[in-house]
Nanobody
Framework: QVQLVESGGGLVQPGGSLRLSCAASGFTLDYYTIGWFRQAPGKEREGVSCISSSDGSTYYADSVKGRFTISRDNAKNTVYLQMNSLKPEDTAVYYC?????????????????WGQGTQVTVSS
């Protein structure tokens, strides 16, 4: 069964850090570009970061550049999103997605598999 499972979300104070994990089962992440998306209440889903399958190139939304880092561990079939200096506006449900597209993209139509999401809340 093809599945993506996110973990690592939670409640953190402003300025804190979290590391999200996206673990795949039923398929090998090596061949997939992985994207992290988020959706806050009342807002559209937005692409936060992605890492390509071809050359490991990465993309970050301007709102998270310099604070978030995406990485992949193909041996563990897992992709991570390290989130530092978190702000209240980072509060959202975070989703990972996998697509056979070979370049980084935040076009959700390019992604075939989606996780169920993990809640990140940044609040004092």
């Amino acid at each position: 069964q093809v599945q993506l499972v996110e973990s690592g979300g939670g409640l953190v104070q402003p300025g804190g850090s979290l590391r999200l994990s996206c673990a795949a089962s039923g398929f090998t992440l090596d061949y997939y570009t992985i994207g992290w998306f988020r959706q806050a209440p009342g807002k559209e889903r937005e692409g936060v970061s992605c890492i390509s399958s071809s050359d490991g190139s990465t993309y970050y939304a301007d709102s998270v550049k310099g604070r978030f880092t995406i990485s992949r561990d193909n041996a563990k079939n897992t992709v991570y999103l390290q989130m530092n200096s978190l702000k209240p506006e980072d509060t959202a449900v975070y989703y990972c997605a996998a697509g056979l597209v070979v370049v980084v993209t935040t076009d959700s139509k390019e992604y075939d598999y989606w996780g169920q999401g993990t809640q990140v809340t940044v609040s004092s």
